[in-house]
């Protein structure tokens, strides 16, 4: 049982497709078979923003990195004190991890730079 702040994810374990605004690449990260995402109580975000998160999660559980990326960040910079930027910083740190571990050190300077 996940506690009722917390939601676990299941990605599909085929291939994805290739969606048109995004190629894959050879040394892309791997997409993570189950990601575990924390929510807030629901009345704690404006519903706006709270959709906003989801669908930026929705970007990252299924690949789409770039889209993803970029809602974080619009999300940390329009609504930098409240939790869901906290939430959309740890998501940004952790794609630059998963570039640096794919050996795209540039990617992941390019997130860090942004995040400071």
């Given at each position: 049982?996940?506690?009722?702040?917390?939601?676990?994810?299941?990605?599909p374990?085929?291939?994805?497709?290739?969606?048109?605004?995004?190629?894959?690449?050879?040394?892309?990260?791997?997409?993570?078979?189950?990601?575990?995402?924390?929510?807030?109580?629901?009345?704690?975000?404006?519903?706006?923003?709270?959709r906003l998160?989801?669908?930026?999660?929705?970007?990252?559980v299924?690949g789409?990195?770039?889209?993803?990326?970029?809602?974080?960040?619009?999300?940390?910079?329009?609504?930098?004190?409240?939790?869901?930027?906290?939430?959309?910083?740890?998501?940004?740190?952790?794609i630059a991890?998963?570039?640096?571990?794919?050996?795209?050190?540039?990617q992941?300077?390019?997130?860090?730079?942004?995040l400071?």
């Amino acid at each position: 049982m996940t506690p009722e702040n917390v939601s676990t994810i299941e990605t599909p374990t085929e291939t994805p497709t290739e969606t048109p605004t995004e190629t894959p690449r050879e040394n892309a990260p791997a997409r993570p078979r189950t990601v575990v995402l924390s929510q807030p109580a629901a009345e704690t975000a404006p519903p706006a923003l709270a959709r906003l998160m989801k669908v930026a999660d929705g970007y990252y559980v299924s690949g789409a990195i770039r889209q993803a990326t970029e809602l974080y960040f619009q999300i940390l910079e329009k609504h930098a004190d409240t939790p869901q930027a906290a939430r959309a910083r740890e998501r940004l740190m952790a794609i630059a991890e998963r570039y640096e571990k794919a050996n795209e050190r540039r990617q992941a300077r390019s997130l860090y730079e942004r995040l400071l």
